[in-house]
T-cell receptor, first 113, second 114 residues
């Protein structure tokens, strides 16, 4: 079964600093990967998705992720954190023959002024 | 743009009571899912459906039941509530199982069993 591992349950950055949230996948076939964001007391919304058309994927709110097959990674980055980026971020991969999505345990991003 | 709608938003149940969490989507999506979210554990798949009349178990189906009589609706039933079912429940839908088709989520139902 496909799975993803998110390193770090909490990441703290200062406003204006680089954001790096890590996601590694385990897959013997090409994976299809997603990053979602969850703001407090809300559902999940899509940040970006890997489509195999390009290894560097740009998403909403200035986030991007790079697919690296050699490292089995799909880390999420943003050059400059904003207070409004404080939320929980989930990496996900399609599984069960693409019928379902399997999520990582999430990383809470804390942004301090 | 309603998307995926879940009701109720909050509920407190006593041990042994039953309830149905409602989920409806207006995007004509074939695929629908129920997840539960517990702190530090991410989202765990309870049940999913690939179309009306077809359902399948996910990772944590025990204590739950589902049905899918229409494309729009995918209710989740708890028959005998237990404290271990205290969680936030999310319903989601996808247009298809194409590899990079994203899921759309409802706002969640926060359930407490006491």
């Amino acid at each position: 079964a496909q799975s993803v591992t998110q390193l770090g349950s909490h990441v703290s950055v200062s406003e204006g600093a680089l954001v790096l949230l890590r996601c590694n996948y385990s897959s013997s076939v090409p994976p299809y990967l997603f990053w979602y964001v969850q703001y407090p007391n809300q559902g999940l919304q899509l940040l970006l998705k890997y489509t195999s058309a390009a290894t560097l994927v740009k998403g909403i709110n200035g986030f991007e992720a790079e697919f690296k097959k050699s490292e089995t990674s799909f880390h999420l980055t943003k050059p400059s954190a904003h207070m409004s980026d404080a939320a929980e971020y989930f990496c996900a991969v399609t599984s069960s023959g693409y019928s379902t999505l399997t999520f990582g345990k999430g990383t809470m991003l804390l942004v301090s002024p | 743009n309603a998307g995926v709608t879940q009701t109720p938003k909050f509920r407190i149940l006593k041990i042994g009571q039953s309830m149905t969490l409602q989920c409806t989507q207006d995007m004509n999506h074939n695929y629908m899912y129920w997840y539960r979210q517990d702190p530090g554990m991410g989202l765990k798949l309870i049940y999913y459906s690939v179309g009306a009349g077809i359902t399948d178990k996910g990772e944590v189906p025990n204590g739950y039941n589902v049905s899918r009589s229409t494309t729009e609706d995918f209710p989740l039933r708890l028959e005998l509530a237990a404290p271990s079912q205290t969680s936030v429940y999310f319903c989601a839908s996808r247009a298809s199982d194409s590899q990079n088709t994203e899921a759309f989520f409802g706002q969640g139902t926060r359930l407490t069993v006491v």
